[in-house]
């Protein structure tokens, strides 16, 4: 061997050497041995901690939650108390009263394994710690048993500490009282919703009997609702809300199935019984019972529990501004049940009608108006939304335009000022759908402005411009602004309207343009105090005020256009009034089953809607003959209610002015033009308004009206036509200025109205 293997060899074994010297280093502290006895010394100190905690922790000797209930207290914006709620009706049976296939019912519902567990369920419990300790709120898991004891010994608080508690407990009690005991506890300590604890409460509640009259269907339902009281009351849900109740009561009665509790044929029997609507608690009538429900409600989204917000304790302090309130009531009473006589008119007793005003500064409801109130109407008619909202969502159509710089067919930017065809039943050109919808009274219009169109309500023009935007970008902006994604189908009828939406949601969407295009959303309590043992806890709320979504100028230049419409348009004869600055737009849907108005001044939008519907079912049927008239148009009873309760609320003042960043639409006075010469030119100005404006005051075609000089108006004359661009050929039409004659720079526009479908 040489002296380079020689070295070689030395270097090879001081580098083995090293790395056992390296490994028996390590192995010294982690042997499989020493990792073994570790991990069997934490679980002997946790056998060892929980035997402890098992000794510590005893059954306390009483329930402690009627000690805690107190009322709940609602007050206006000022303060002053609005109403007291939180009543409890609490009635304990036996067993022996609640039919054998009822019990079975809540076993199947919450617990299956309920008579074999021990009253734990250790690994639905570990995941609620888990998931407690990562701030995720409350969790599923727990048996019967650790809801019996959550419910009569311990709190409803979600900490580690309250859980632990809730395990010892369980176990202890589960040895101690047996499932018969137990199981009559949960049910008697439950909360069903409507200030219920208790079965008995809720069969009389529910159903109007007492338990041991419950058949096996109404059990199923009762214990469905314990997973969410108040969201699967059947007077108070949602349409999803109801179909989860339903889905919930379906797989309680499939369970028992399983369970051999019900043979197949008897579950096949069984039908979905539909619960009586609640009596109203004292005091909860009129308004008040909408307002009080609807602050649940929110409280709720927002996550307050449920069960620990009916046990008590709350202030909740609501925008509500108490004379702004009454007025609005007022003004419902003034102009129009006063002028219902459901005895000589069956129609009379159809009408319906919710409004909600907001304050686009705050966000804030300052009134609401939901129907008669609790017992006569359940629904809330101001946050519904099962009606078409009609022509109120066209302004929507032109500012998704503005803000995505459509164009028209001809590639002319869409605003205000372009010019469309207006004729009746006229097809969408660039549609993946035929659609050639008609106009009001099928109406027939020439090449008229997208403001006077706005004006007249003229389906054809925003048929075409739905299509010219898109859709997809039309849906993305009514949601950007408040409305229901899920009821708007994208499809060309979408433009007139005809998806569902409530006077709430329109009433955010109207604020959020008053807002100079600043997102609100329409909330109805500002405050929320909780006081336990003496300790008040505010309520985190959200701030009803957002983002911007939309630009200012676009929102600017739609409160401009919608001037024209009050000025000149469907609203002129009931909203027009010099004492305020007011704006706004009419609709009426498809049958005539609702009618709209949605307005605001510069501090205060307030959306009215009216609607349809049968006593009996609750049916969508047509307005029609309501009041001893004709149509019901926008511009009638929902526009003078408006009209009433704004002129009330601003006590003659005249108000404030709108702080408008808009070059264009009525509410801006006109550029001086220069005057025409004798060769017309067709060629839009660099802004995309035209060099010259017609002096329109269009009318449908075959029935002119007279100007004030007597001359007929309508289509433009030979002599007029210099000032109309003429037509290129191409789908959409070419722009002009808009600008009009008449006052105040105010487009002239033919008489409207409202009817048919966007109207």
């Known amino acids: ?79 002053k108390v609005l109403a007291r709620a939180g009543q409890v009706n609490r009635e304990n049976v036996p067993l022996s009263r609640i039919p054998k296939a009822v019990q079975h019912t809540f076993v199947a519902a919450e617990n299956k394994t309920f008579y074999q567990d021990s009253g734990v369920d250790l690994k639905g419990t570990l995941r609620g710690i888990f998931n407690t300790l990562r701030g995720q709120g409350k969790q599923g898991g727990s048996t019967i048993t650790q809801q019996y004891v959550k419910n009569y010994y311990l709190s409803q608080e979600q900490t580690v500490s309250r859980k632990l508690q809730e395990i010892v407990i369980s176990l202890k009690v ?30 009389q509640a529910y159903y109007r009997k007492d338990v041991d009259k419950l058949t096996v269907s109404e059990g199923a339902y009762l214990a469905s609702l314990l997973q969410a009281p108040n969201q699967y009351d059947w007077t108070l849900a949602t349409a999803d809300g109801k179909k989860r109740a339903q889905e919930r009561w379906a797989y309680t009665l499939n369970n028992m199935v399983e369970m051999h509790w019900l043979s197949p044929q008897e579950r096949a029997k069984q039908k979905f019984e539909i619960p009586k609507a609640p009596k109203p608690l004292p005091g909860m009538n009129g308004q008040t019972s909408y307002l009080v429900t609807e602050a649940k409600k929110e409280l709720f989204a927002q996550g307050v529990d449920e069960k ?47 409004a909600t005003s907001v304050d686009p500064k705050t966000g804030h409801i300052v009134a609401m108006y939901g129907g008669a109130g609790y017992p006569q109407h359940y629904t809330n008619n101001a946050t519904r939304s099962d009606y078409q909202p009609a022509s109120t969502f066209k302004p929507l159509i032109l500012a998704s335009a503005m803000e995505n710089k459509a164009v028209t067919q001809g590639g002319l930017p869409i605003n205000p000022n372009t010019i469309y065809d207006g004729h009746n039943r ?47 970008k039309v849906k993305d902006t009514a949601v950007k602004l408040g409305l229901d994604g899920s009821k708007i189908d994208v499809k060309p009828a979408m433009t007139l309207g005809t998806m569902g939406a409530s006077p709430l949601q329109m009433a955010g969407a109207y604020a959020t343009l008053d807002n100079h295009g600043k997102k609100v959303t329409p909330t109805l309590v500002t405050k929320a105090v909780h006081s336990v043992n003496g300790v008040d806890a505010e309520q985190p709320l959200k701030d009803p005020i957002g983002d911007q979504v939309l630009s200012r100028t676009t929102a600017d230049t739609l409160t401009s256009v919608l001037a024209g419409v009050v000025n ?95 070059e264009l639409g009525a509410g801006v006075p006109p550029t001086p033009t220069p005057t025409p010469s004798a060769t017309p030119s067709s060629t839009p100005s660099p802004s995309g308004s035209p060099s010259s404006s017609p002096s329109e005051k269009p009318t449908p075609s075959g ?30 039409g070419t722009e002009s200025s808009g600008t009009t004659s008449g006052t105040g720079g105010r487009p002239n526009s033919g008489k409207g109205g409202d009817n048919l479908p966007g109207f």
């Open 1 to 79: 061997m040489g002296r380079a293997e020689a070295r070689r060899a030395q270097q090879g074994s001081a580098r083995r050497a090293e790395q056992k010297a390296e490994k028996s280093g390590i192995r010294r502290f982690f042997t499989w041995k020493k990792l073994l006895g570790a991990f069997l010394g934490v679980c002997l100190l946790g056998i060892l901690g929980f035997i402890g905690l098992y000794l510590y922790v005893d059954v306390p000797n009483d329930g402690n939650r009627d000690a805690q209930l107190q009322s709940n207290v609602y007050k206006y914006a000022d303060g």
């Open 174 to 203: 589960d040895n101690k009282l047996g499932k018969d005991k137990i199981l009559a506890g949960y049910i008697n300590t439950s909360y069903y919703g409507r200030g219920a604890y208790g079965i008995q409460a809720a069969a």
């Open 308 to 354: 620990s917000f009916d046990a008590g304790g709350w202030t909740i302090t609501l925008g509500i501004e108490k004379d702004k309130q009454k007025a609005l009531e007022k003004a419902v009473k003034r102009k129009l049940t006063d002028d219902l006589d459901p005895k000589r008119r069956k129609v009379d007793g159809d009408a319906q009608l919710g």
């Open 426 to 472: 006229r097809p969408v050109v660039g549609g993946s759908i035929p659609f050639a919808p008609p106009n009001e009274d099928e109406h027939d219009y020439d090449k008229i402005t997208v403001q006077t169109a706005t004006n007249n309500s003229v389906n054809a023009v925003f048929a075409q411009m739905g299509a010219d935007v898109g859709l997809d």
């Open 568 to 662: 000149d348009g469907t609203a002129s004869q009931s909203v027009k009034n010099t004492a305020y600055h007011a704006v706004g737009k009419t609709g009426t849907s498809d049958d005539n089953k609702s009618a709209w108005f949605v307005g605001y001044t510069p501090k205060l939008v307030t959306s009215v809607g009216m609607f349809g519907e049968s006593p009996k079912g609750g049916a969508q049927v047509t307005l029609k003959g309501t009041g001893g008239g004709g149509r019901v148009n926008g511009g009638g009873y929902p526009a003078q209610v408006w009209a009433d309760y704004n002129e009330s609320v601003l006590n003659g003042s005249t108000g404030a002015d709108f702080d408008l960043e808009a």
């Open 703 to 732: 029935r002119p009206s007279q100007s004030e000089s007597g001359t007929p108006t309508g289509r433009p004359t030979p002599s007029q036509s210099s000032s109309v661009p003429p037509d290129t050929g191409q789908d959409g």
